[in-house]
């Protein structure tokens, strides 16, 4: 298996999400914004490893320093560099307990999020990416939402602590429908402009 090249294109790149070939190899689709999707034999986890290295970071020691920011063990977004923060989502069930179930989208590539519907037994939610391709994972809407905010909490603390983002303000992904926004939110004129 040859070791894939993130950093040729990782500008381009939506997300690491766990997937099953046809065959039944437990491996890794690499969705990307202007390209077909890759599929890899590696791991999701083992692909997060390669993207942050490429970066020149420790994966454990990335997922610690921004642990304490956003006050979670688990599930903690990862910012690697601007507009390259990694979400943890629950993407799909395992068939082995080995293969897998976490996902990493691209904070930055998800134009807007939304609950599906409610008729169905499990709950779920469906991303919507900025070249119209759509992502339906069982991760609650609710938790999503909290997820979505300890990502710009360590977008954030990046922001400071690698100097850029000083000119950016407020949350660009929008929620569908918009009733779920939190209404005394300080920056929701700024998260939904008057059109």
Same mark, same amino acid.
Not at 104 to 117: F, H, N, Q, S
Not at 144 to 159: I, W
């Given at each position: 298996?040859?070791?894939?090249?993130?950093?040729?294109?990782?500008?381009?790149?939506?997300?690491?999400?766990?997937?099953?070939?046809?065959?039944?190899?437990?491996?890794?689709?690499?969705?990307?914004?202007?390209?077909?999707?890759?599929?890899?034999?590696?791991?999701?986890?083992?692909?997060?490893?390669?993207?942050?290295?490429?970066?020149?970071?420790?994966?454990?020691?990335?997922?610690?320093?921004?642990?304490?920011?956003?006050?979670?063990?688990?599930?903690?977004?990862?910012?690697?560099?601007?507009?390259?923060?990694?979400?943890?989502?629950?993407?799909?069930?395992?068939?082995?307990?080995?293969?897998?179930?976490?996902?990493?989208?691209?904070?930055?590539?998800?134009?807007?999020?939304?609950?599906?519907?409610?008729?169905?037994?499990?709950?779920? =939610?469906?991303?919507?990416?900025?070249?119209?391709?759509?992502?339906?994972?069982?991760? #609650?809407?609710?938790?999503? #939402?909290?997820?979505?905010?300890?990502?710009?909490?360590?977008?954030?603390?990046?922001?400071?602590?690698?100097?850029?983002?000083?000119?950016? =303000?407020?949350?660009?992904?929008?929620?569908?429908?918009?009733?779920?926004?939190?209404?005394?939110?300080?920056?929701?004129?700024?998260?939904?402009?008057?059109?």
């Amino acid at each position: 298996m040859a070791r894939i090249q993130f950093a040729d294109f990782w500008p381009q790149l939506m997300g690491l999400v766990p997937a099953y070939s046809r065959d039944g190899v437990n491996g890794t689709s690499i969705l990307l914004e202007n390209n077909p999707t890759i599929f890899s034999e590696f791991k999701t986890k083992t692909l997060l490893a390669q993207l942050t290295r490429t970066f020149l970071m420790e994966p454990r020691v990335v997922q610690a320093a921004f642990s304490n920011v956003c006050g979670r063990k688990y599930n903690v977004p990862i910012a690697l560099r601007r507009g390259l923060v990694m979400i943890p989502v629950r993407a799909r069930t395992a068939r082995v307990k080995d293969d897998g179930t976490r996902a990493y989208l691209v904070k930055d590539k998800i134009r807007k999020y939304l609950p599906e519907d409610k008729q169905s037994k499990q709950s779920s =939610t469906r991303f919507i990416f900025v070249n119209g391709t759509t992502l339906d994972v069982p991760h #609650r809407y609710s938790s999503m #939402r909290g997820l979505m905010m300890a990502a710009e909490l360590v977008e954030q603390e990046a922001a400071k602590l690698i100097g850029y983002m000083i000119d950016r =303000t407020g949350c660009e992904v929008r929620e569908d429908p918009e009733s779920f926004c939190c209404k005394k939110c300080p920056q929701k004129d700024e998260c939904y402009p008057e059109e």
